[in-house]
Each structure stands twice: as C-alpha cells, then as structure tokens.
C-alpha cells in the first residue's frame, strides 16, 4: 500500500535532469500512476497511517512520522530573501531544471522543485541568461527567481579576444586577466578533443598528414569569465562558441557539399589565411577565393599559396621575432624546414594559422566565384586589387607604390 503513495515522486522528478515538468507530468499519465482509481482515497487515508506507523509510532513520534511523509505532499521551500552570500553558475543552454539543480547544490533553495514551481510562474524566467551570479542561501524559489532575473547579481568579468589572433597571442592574453599561467593553457591546448573538439573536424582530403592543434578553434568573442575557472575551463568555453557559431551557420555541411571535395578542416585553414591577409572584411571572401584557386585549381605554380603571414606564424610558434613582408629575405620565406612555408610547400599548411572570426569563415565556406590568383593591398584603407594574370598584377603593385604602400 505504500506503493500507492508514490513516495518516490521528487527523487523520480530530481533525476529527470535537463526535463521539463510538463513532459514530466505527460509520463506519469501515459504510464496511468498519474489516473484515480476506485477507492484510491481510502487506499490513501489507509497508507498515509501505515506510513505514519512505520515512521514514528502512535503517540510521541507521530509529529515526527506525519512531518517526513507531508513533505512528499508539499514542496519544501524557504520564507524569504535568504542571508549571507554564495555564487551559483547558470551554464550556457542550462534549463530551468538544470538552474533548480545547481541552486539545490549550492544551498540557496530548499529543494530543486521550489524553483522550477517559481520559474513557472514566471513568465520572464525564460529571460535569465547564463553566467555567474551573487545569491543568498536559503531564498525561497519565488527569490532565488528574481535574483536571477536581476543583473546587479551578474558577475561580469569580460575578456575580448580580437579576430584573427593566435592561440600563443590567446593563451598571453587570458593569462593576463586570469592570473593563470601561460603554462598551464600549453598544457590544456595539447589536447584538443579533450577541450570538445570533435575528431571529424580534423580530417583532410588533401592527403597532408593531420596535425591536431586546438589553433583555429578558439572563437574570438567576449567572454564572460565565471571566478575560480581553470585554464581548461576557458579554453572549452571558447571551442563550444565556435562550435555553436559554425554549427549555427551550418559551415562543415555547406562545404561538404558547395566546396568540390575540400574537407571542414581545409576550409577553417582557408579562413584562417584569409583573415591574416584581409585588410577589411569586405575582402575576406575573395582571399579565400584566390587561396581555394593557387591550391586546388591547378593553375598556379606547385600549387603552393605563398602567403607570407603562414611563414610568420611558424616564426611566433618557435619564439622567433616576426617581420613584415618586405623585410623578409628570399631564403627565409622559401626556408623548406619551415613546415608553414606556403612557397616552399605546395597547398595548405598543417594547420590554421590564427582563429578567424565569423565573417572570415563566412567568406571560406561561400566565397564569390572568380578566377582571381594575385591580390595585393593598394590604399591606406586595406582594400586589396585582385587579378588573374601576372601582368594585371604587376600593375596593382605599380598602383600601390603610387599610393605609398609598397
């Protein structure tokens, strides 16, 4: 009979993490605990003193018995705004039940179901946003609801990551606003599946050899930096933004299918070189049109891209001082023991070269058609001139030496 009691009703709701209570209700319905029975209110009456007997006895423990099995009945939950302070993270696509379940753990509210019954009669719950945020313990749901709604209570410790920066430049930067040691961020970018970045990203139909790196990976956004983080902790956080934003604009699909063979990877490489290149973003598209065109196409000497920023790059990786193009000499940019020389080397590099921002990646995965394989930047603005030939090129460089470029 006791079984008729359902006792287990929170433990069950407890586990259904990530659930909505609606979906939760439909269950129990289909499953018929949820239907009334002939005489279930006597078999109620009858298990409800079994329960009490069991529990505390007739007499001196029956206070006791009917307090444990009436809180199957009600929702426990505090009075009040609570007191003290204690912080409680709000992860990013946390559901209300998720939210219920951190503020149960972290002693704000009485049980998870008080909040998740709060939140649902509050229609501007949907709006709480994730991130970390100062409560009291011990508020009641209704409280701990408004708490979170209001953004006094949001801890912001925002770090912007520019567009087109390396991991090395990253790494210096969050080290700079976490205290954490650079170190420590070379440790936790050694593996970067472990960060979340899924295998398939790293396959190539160019038949070079992989080289997983977690370089093109870290989005460049703001971050909002919940306290006491670790090296790791930031670096996920910024391999889930870029798997949202590509996900969203569904790149490693469009390129499969729109790019002739060329694989996600190759692709995030293209937009990495573009973005190093790009004076502004409205040449993005066409830096990578020309990339796509030296390596693929065939009709660009071996095939190699040779773009200075990739020789760069190998320098930074190695702790060698960069130069501009123009000072660098002819045996450095065609130096074959730099894995990265895109003169020495035919097609792309081994790796991204920096982390590109969406509209670099936007301009890889859709670039305008065109037959363009030179480029040079002529005006003070950084807009590039493009051309299919030598000759026409030779002539956008005589264009910017007029402009005082080159």
């Known amino acids: 009979m006791i079984d008729d009691l359902d006792l287990g009703f929170d433990e069950q709701e407890r586990g259904e993490k990530g ?4 979906g939760f209700v439909e269950r129990r319905k289909a499953t018929g605990k949820g239907k009334a029975k002939s005489g279930g209110t006597g078999k109620t009456v009858i298990a409800l003193f079994l329960a009490l007997a ?7 423990g029956a206070y006791y018995g009917f307090d444990r099995v009436s809180n199957y009945f009600t929702t426990p939950d505090y009075d009040g705004a609570g007191s003290g302070e204690t912080t409680v993270e709000i992860k990013q696509g946390a559901l209300i039940a998720d939210m219920a379940n951190a503020l149960h753990e972290a002693g704000v509210v009485k049980s998870p179901k008080a909040f998740v019954n709060a939140a649902a ?4 719950s949907t709006n709480i946003q994730p991130g970390t945020y100062k409560v009291r313990k011990e508020m009641s749901g209704e409280s701990a609801v408004a708490a979170l709604l209001d953004l006094k209570n949001k801890i912001v410790k925002g770090l912007t ?6 991991a090395k430049s990253i790494f210096k930067l969050l080290s700079e606003e976490t205290k954490i040691p650079v170190k420590e961020f070379e440790a936790a970018a050694k593996d970067p599946e472990a960060l979340g970045v899924p295998d398939w990203w790293f396959k190539r139909n160019d038949d070079k050899k992989v080289s997983k790196s977690v370089e093109g990976f870290l989005f460049p956004d703001t971050y909002e930096l919940p306290p006491n983080i670790t090296a790791e902790g930031v670096l996920s956080l910024m391999v889930d933004r870029f798997l949202t934003v590509t996900g969203d604009m569904d790149f490693a699909d469009k390129v499969e299918k729109e790019r002739g063979g060329i694989s996600p990877y190759e692709a995030l490489i293209v937009a990495s070189m573009a973005q190093a290149e790009a004076g502004n973003a409205e040449d993005l598209g066409k830096i990578a049109r020309v990339a796509y065109n030296r390596a693929y196409s065939g ?4 095939s190699c891209l040779e773009f200075d920023v990739s020789v760069n790059y190998y320098w930074e990786l190695t702790g060698k001082p960069t130069k501009a193009s123009k000072d660098m ?12 020389s895109t003169h020495s080397h035919p097609g792309l590099t081994p790796t991204p070269i920096n982390n590109p921002g969406k509209l670099a ?15 040079v930047a002529i005006d003070r603005e950084g807009h590039s001139a493009f051309a299919e030939t030598n000759a026409e090129h030779e002539r956008n460089i005589e ?3 007029k402009n005082g470029i080159l």
Do not use: Q, V
């Open 19 to 22: 659930r909505h209570r609606r």
């Open 54 to 60: 069991l529990l505390g006895g007739i007499g001196g």
């Open 121 to 124: 009669d509050n229609s501007r």
């Open 161 to 166: 990551i520019p567009e087109g920066r390396t």
């Open 299 to 302: 009709n660009f000497p071996c």
């Open 329 to 340: 000499r002819t045996e450095e940019i065609r130096d074959p023991k730099n894995p990265y």
């Open 361 to 375: 990646l936007e301009g890889a995965m859709d670039p305008p058609d065109g037959p363009w394989l030179f480029f």
């Open 399 to 401: 264009k910017a030496k």
